[in-house]
DNA sequence: GTGGTCTAGACCACA
DNA sequence: GTGGTCTAGACCACA
């Protein structure tokens, strides 16, 4: 899976690094248990500090998300048990959008369509 | 309206008060043509530094949601002649809310249900 | 309140601030409310990176423990609802303690003598 | 008696085995003077390298709880002339466990059935 | 000033 | 080689 930086994002470096690895595994690029390349690959490949990729990989790690170990390096867990619902500050970023297309006048099938679309990306 | 802050969010403050006039305007708690605090007066209200308010006002006014003129102070806008669609940036945000959900195991009907919550949330 | 850092241990720096400012909340040296120092006044007062300081502070915020943010500094948690259990890895621990105890002959009053000890420090 | 590696664990492999022999010896299922695998035989047992079995038996025989002689292998010590008491840095880490304890709301009481619990396990 | 991010570079334990 | 830790130093947004 490729990861690309978007250049001017207010968003850090190593939460991209983050969400387009949640998203790989959401849509099925990245399968349980496969091997995620090392920090040091990751962040070569990037062209970014392997600190960088580190606090990524951590973050991913206490999320549950994926597993290190000295002898297996990095890989995507096998199961995630995580209690089926949305944390309390994604829902408020959703209501937050919910909000702004009201306000832009985005009607709730057009957002609707916005939700199927996402969900259907990957692996159907 | 009332503008609560909340502690220790990751949200800055001047991002959190142009949140909630957002939300205000969508859910009808603010209605096109009111007016809304002078910087002083809501810095005062919520008792912060009136260079954050200024900011959020700052922001609203770009964004096309306020306007500001010397004799009526701040007021919502009549109108927002804006494209009906969702910016590009908060259709990346909900991208990664919907890939959250999936590989948390929350179902689309579970996630759509939400959507509907807050669709119908103040003038329903 | 004082952090000790122990020179040769195995623990790294950053976990060695955690572990002392839960122990400082735990026996009431610190209070909730209370303000610790910022990431650089602690850095220097220990005389390390402030880098290492940011990352334990992270770690007691990602916890539950402090929050921080840019117009209060850090600050003990007012209140910390968590569910009133022991980490599975923590009770992990403990038995690894206890085995460690029986084996070498300390019996279980003694061991339990040693656990009202520590439940007794500081808030008595 | 099995070893049972925990696959994402911190704790490092040769660790690992240690504690886990330690346990077997305290609670009755590693019987004084009994024999152990050898480094190879368990090495490839495990399916981990046989360097990482010898560290962790190296660790044992430092400790006291093993003894190695080339004509008998590896064996369990018959007895282990130990002070009866906790090293320092297990009086450490019993501190911090009840620290956490106390600031997530863990009762005495809970705390010391946890112990009772542990205490029992194996040889009653 | 304050927390937060990022880099270049070094070093360590583990495997 | 691999993840993890730490440093010195720079820079940024927020308040």
Known sequence: MVIM??????VPVFKQIRNQIVMGISDGRL?????????RALA?????????VNKAYQLLKQEGYIMTDRRNGVRVRESFRMIPEL???SKEQLKQLVSEARVRGVSREEFMALVEEYFSAGQG
Chains 1, 2, 3, 4 share one sequence.
Do not use: F, R, Y
């Open 5 to 10: 930086l978007q250049d001017g994002s207010e």
């Open 31 to 39: 399968q349980p248990g496969e091997k995620l390349p090392t920090v």
């Open 44 to 52: 070569e490949e990037i062209g970014i500090n392997s600190m960088t």
């Open 87 to 89: 944390p309390l500050e």
